[in-house]
């Protein structure tokens, strides 16, 4: 699926030197982006396939309830509330604001200067100068233009710095709703031959969980969260000259990236080792945690080039192959020919159907009711007829014989067929079919399936067939006489 989304053709000539590469996940942007609801029940159903969020949580996660966080109704955490409030009360264009794109283009100044300082040993855990972050802290606000690399600033005031702007957001990077679900993600673990969890991490399970709750943090967090990963991935791979392993940062960011705010550490004392082994595995893997599963991408991309309705034209012409304008009318093709072999199936067994009612009625008794069953047959001739689809015109009242034997002609040949009296007098019904008859109608299928030898045949057999029942009549009517 990856292969349709590795690069585009760029038609431009100023770019023509230049290699274009194509975004792999951008029919997943495109659907956020377009349509967030859509995108957001498609991501949110593979989350709870691989943790179980009760329906609380699921409803926080889904921003439909307020987040239930630990220690929000103790008095102590009441109190810390307010004091963090106070600290906060002057709020810049930055620092102690909510998250925004102009936020993190001033503190992207910072990320970049320490990628350029990742030597400086105990960085992220040594204080910096309290003076000198004031004056970068006021600058940042303020919007003037910095520079870092004068060497006025020390690289543990760039840190220090970029801590305090975490710690003074209004809600952690990763947000109060998707507290709960992280650790759920702490608690996922292998499971042994016999089916029982084991203590082992199921590290696979564990990036795919984190891939899908990154894909609907809100934009500017998401954006932020790269960016500090990516850094805190860099220091720990300098461990050896700053001192900073992957679960030494985790201590340090932990608190402000994924403890919620407002909560004491005694709030959090259960989880609070989950909750720091949970940012040290995301500085771990933090390269592969922002890349969509390979079926979320196929789902977008399914969605826009499966539709011609939600697909631009250039989306068209550049990602559609030629083969695939061709699956439409294949599809056409193969539901009709599920229609018409439901259609033979269904006319099959309506002719059994038909044949069995025919043979349960040549069987009965004399009595009215077989009358009635009699004169119904005879008033819808062509519409009980087996393997008749097409109505025929109806045909003027002529008279009709009453005999089976013309009951049957007319089911057989589908049209009326008046028989040739030789007398005025009315035949009068038989009590039984012939067992001849019946098997002659069993044996009869479609008219159009029928030879006329086989027609001219069937014919003179029920002419004699009704001579012979009409001498039999004639001969009990002169004996009873």
């Not at 005031?157 to 992280?182: I, N, Q, R, S």
């Not at 044996?443 to 069937?458: D, E, I, N, R, V």
């Amino acid at each position: 699926s990856d292969a349709i989304c590795n690069f585009v053709i760029c038609n431009d000539s100023s770019f023509r030197s230049q290699p274009i590469i194509f975004n792999p996940d951008f029919f997943v942007e495109k659907l956020r982006h377009e349509k967030p609801e859509v995108f957001t029940e498609l991501v949110v159903s593979n989350i709870t396939r691989l943790i179980d969020l009760p329906g609380t949580e699921l409803a926080q996660l889904m921003g439909e309830e307020d987040p239930k966080l630990p220690g929000a109704n103790s008095t102590a955490s009441g109190f810390f509330r307010s004091l963090m409030s106070l600290k906060r009360k002057e709020k810049g264009v930055v620092f102690g604001s909510p998250l925004t794109e102009e936020g993190i283009a001033q503190v992207s100044q910072l990320i970049e200067y320490l990628h350029k300082n990742l030597r400086a040993e105990g960085l992220f855990r040594v204080p910096g100068n309290s003076i000198r972050q004031q004056i970068l802290k006021d600058a940042l606000n303020s919007g003037t233009d910095i520079d870092l690399d004068s060497g006025e600033f020390h690289s543990n005031d760039v840190a220090t710095l970029l801590k305090m702007f975490l710690g003074e957001l209004p809600e952690p990077l990763l947000t109060h709703k998707h507290f709960h679900a992280h650790l759920k993600i702490a608690d996922l673990t292998l499971f042994d031959e016999k089916g029982n969890k084991t203590s082992t991490p199921d590290k696979e399970r564990q990036i795919e969980a984190l891939q899908l709750l990154f894909l609907i943090l809100p934009a500017p967090n998401r954006s932020l969260l790269k960016l500090l990963l990516d850094l805190l991935y860099q220091t720990a791979k300098k461990q050896d000259k700053n001192k900073m392993s992957a679960h030494n940062l985790a201590l340090m960011f932990a608190p402000h990236i994924l403890w919620p705010r407002n909560v004491s550490t005694n709030d959090l004392q259960e989880n609070i080792t989950k909750l720091n082994d949970g940012v040290t595995f995301m500085i771990k893997h933090s390269q592969k945690l922002f890349k969509a599963p390979v079926y979320i991408r196929e789902c977008a991309r399914l969605h826009y080039l499966g539709s011609r309705a939600h697909t631009s034209k250039d989306d068209l012409d550049l990602l559609t192959s030629p083969g695939s304008k061709e699956l439409q009318p294949l599809k056409s093709q193969k539901r009709s020919r599920l229609d018409s072999c439901h259609h033979e199936e269904t006319q099959q067994r309506t002719e059994e159907a038909l044949k069995e009612l025919f043979r349960h009625v040549h069987n009965m008794p004399d009595s009215a009711k077989k009358k009635k069953l009699i004169r119904q047959f005879n008033k819808h001739p062509t519409a009980l007829t087996p393997g008749s689809d097409v109505p025929t015109s109806p045909a003027p009242r002529r008279t009709r014989s009453r005999s089976f034997s013309g009951l049957i002609k007319r089911k057989v040949l589908g049209t009326p067929v008046i028989l040739e009296r030789k007398s005025r007098d009315t035949t009068p019904e038989p009590a039984r079919v012939s067992k001849e008859n019946v098997q002659l109608l069993q044996k009869c299928g479609s008219p159009a399936h029928m030879s006329q030898a086989k027609l001219k045949s069937l014919e003179g057999r029920k002419e004699e067939s009704s001579r012979r029942m009409r001498a039999l009549l004639l001969s009990k009517d002169s004996s009873s006489l």
